[in-house]
């Protein structure tokens, strides 16, 4: 074993990435975003240990995965629950509960599960991961093969080894409130900001997608989620290409909405009817496909509103 501080990847898991608040300023070279999925089960588990809201932690899709401390750390875990357990030396097992802050001594193992409802859980460390940044930023984009551990964009994999400075004294163990805990399981509809082509969509355009119910198709990743429903038809069949905001919903020749994500491209030229709401996205991000989905209308300065009061929250700088 290393004597180093950290974790050592015994189970990489099925998609496992490093990931931060992402890489801004950077569009222009044709770089995408990156960054957590879920901000607000990211910006919670760095909360608990009292770390910056910029700090890198791993986000864990579907679970599977197996970490083993290398030196006493102290870790936080949130988001989507799986089955999480702490395996001792001594080869006793114990039940570790999600959405709070915890120590797991050198040699002892955490166990991940599959995902038991949410698709992403995000497991942070005292002081963040120790990975040197990219352009600002350790976020894992695959697609620009850039970030991650060996900044090559990729995924982490079994006996990877996590660097974390060395725990000299422990944050207050903590929880996060009953009451901010989500359910992942309840109904999803997503307020929409209407912008860019909205007014090449009909009112009874309009009226359909937002009393229409969606499904997530199979194809979605972190560049974007397919929708399957109601076909959408604009008065465009294209655009002139141009910067996509996160959250934007396009709609293609065949009509079905595609909300774009983190991983997203940088430019696009099918029309858009609007964005989803930011702090709508982590919810979505928890989703996985065949879950119905509904839109409903909002405006900007309602959703500017509910951003800051979170970036507030979590003391991200303005």
């Not at 395996?87 to 001594?105: E, H, P, W």
């Not at 620009?144 to 060395?166: E, M, Y």
């Amino acid at each position: 074993m290393r004597n180093n501080a950290g974790l050592q990847v015994i189970k990489a898991g099925l998609f496992t990435q490093l990931q931060d608040q992402g890489r801004y300023n950077q569009a222009q070279q044709g770089l995408s975003q990156g960054g957590f999925c879920d901000e607000l089960a990211a910006g919670w588990a760095n909360y608990l240990l009292g770390n910056s809201a910029s700090c890198p932690l791993l986000e864990i899709c579907f679970g599977q995965a197996e970490f083993e401390a290398t030196a006493t750390v102290q870790l936080a875990l949130t988001g989507a629950p799986m089955n999480a357990q702490i395996l001792y030396v001594s080869g006793q097992r114990q039940a570790q509960k999600n959405n709070c802050s915890f120590v797991l001594n050198k040699g002892q193992r955490l166990l991940l599960s599959f995902a038991t409802s949410g698709v992403r859980a995000y497991l942070a460390i005292k002081d963040g991961f120790t990975v040197k940044p990219i352009l600002g930023s350790v976020s894992c984009v695959k697609r620009n093969v850039i970030g991650g551990l060996n900044g090559d964009g990729n995924a982490l994999k079994d006996n990877d080894f996590l660097p974390a400075t060395a725990l000299t004294n422990c944050a207050p163990e903590r929880k996060i409130p009953c009451k901010f805990i989500p359910d992942y399981k309840q109904s999803v509809t997503l307020s929409v900001i209407e912008s860019y082509q909205c007014d090449a969509f009909s009112m009874n355009e309009k009226t359909r997608f937002y009393n229409s119910e969606y499904h997530i198709d199979k194809q979605n990743d972190r560049m974007g989620m397919r929708l399957q429903g109601p076909a959408i038809n604009g008065r465009l069949s294209g655009v002139v290409s141009e910067g996509i905001a996160l959250g934007s919903i396009q709609i293609p020749a065949d009509g079905q909405p595609i909300i774009l994500l983190q991983d997203r491209q940088t430019l696009g030229g099918y029309p858009k009817i609007g964005c989803v709401s930011r702090c709508d996205l982590s919810l979505l991000a928890q989703q996985s496909s065949g879950k119905e989905i509904t839109f409903k209308r909002t405006d900007l300065a309602t959703e500017q509103l509910r951003y800051l009061q979170r970036l507030r929250f979590f003391n991200v700088s303005l």
